[in-house]
């Protein structure tokens, strides 16, 4: 069964300091990745996604994750943080079975900024 | 409409009570998914329909939950005889993502149904 693996439940960094969230996954055939970013009170929105294109994807806000097969990760990264990338960030994957197409996500990293 | 329309926003019940939560997905998506978010937790996959195909209900955590969606449009989550572990905020996403590989399956999100139960 595919899943994916986010080590720790709390990241904290300073402001303009680098941001590395972690996600590892399981999956028996390629899969597709996904970071999610979750702002106070608000729903989830996409940041980036892998689909076995360039393993190194760029998303929104200046974060970026690079797909690694012989690691099977997908860790999240920012170069410098900023107090507004204060959030829940989850990783997913999909997978696919038959006709049926689920998405999985790990339970989720609260980034914290301190100034 | 634009994006995945939930309500209510909030509810607040009585313990027994049964509660109905909707959501209105995007209009073309053939997958809608629920899922369950308690405070402080991740993501609790509930329920998935994709197009006619039989939905995945591997993720209700009981028969007090159940799930329906008309055609490819909108679903409703009931919960029956709810209990104060059913507070949570509850998500509802859609996706265009056809069977198979083809799509590349972002989901969209609504913003939530926040149950409490007293």
């Known amino acids: 069964a595919q899943s994916v693996t986010q080590l720790g439940s709390h990241v904290s960094v300073s402001e303009g300091a680098l941001v590395l969230l972690r996600c590892n996954y399981s999956?028996?055939?390629?899969?597709?990745l996904f970071w999610y970013v979750q702002y106070p009170n608000q729903g989830l929105q996409l940041l980036l996604k892998y689909t076995s294109a360039a393993t190194l994807v760029k998303g929104i806000n200046g974060f970026e994750a690079e797909f690694k097969k012989s690691e099977t990760s997908f860790h999240l990264t920012k170069p410098s943080a900023h107090m507004s990338d204060a959030a829940e960030y989850f990783c997913a994957v999909r997978h696919f079975t038959g006709a049926n197409s689920k998405l999985t996500f790990g339970k989720g990293i609260t980034l914290s900024v301190r100034p | 409409g634009a994006g995945v329309s939930q309500s209510p926003s909030n509810k607040v019940t009585e313990k027994g009570k049964d509660v109905e939560l909707r959501c209105d997905p995007i209009s073309g998506h053939t997958a809608l998914y629920w899922y369950r978010q308690r405070l402080g937790q991740g993501l609790e996959f509930l329920i998935y329909?994709?197009?006619?195909?039989?939905?995945?209900k591997s993720g209700l955590p009981s028969d007090r939950f159940s799930a329906e969606r008309t055609g490819e449009s909108v679903s409703t989550l009931t919960i029956q005889r709810t209990q104060q572990e059913d507070s949570a905020v509850y998500l509802c996403?859609?996706?265009?993502?056809?069977?198979?590989?083809?799509?590349?399956?972002?989901?969209?999100f609504g913003e939530g149904s926040r149950l409490t139960v007293l």
């Open positions: 329909f994709q197009g006619n195909s039989a939905p995945d």
């Open positions: 999956s028996s055939v390629p899969p597709y």
């Open positions: 996403a859609s996706s265009s993502v056809p069977s198979g590989r083809a799509g590349t399956g972002e989901l969209f």
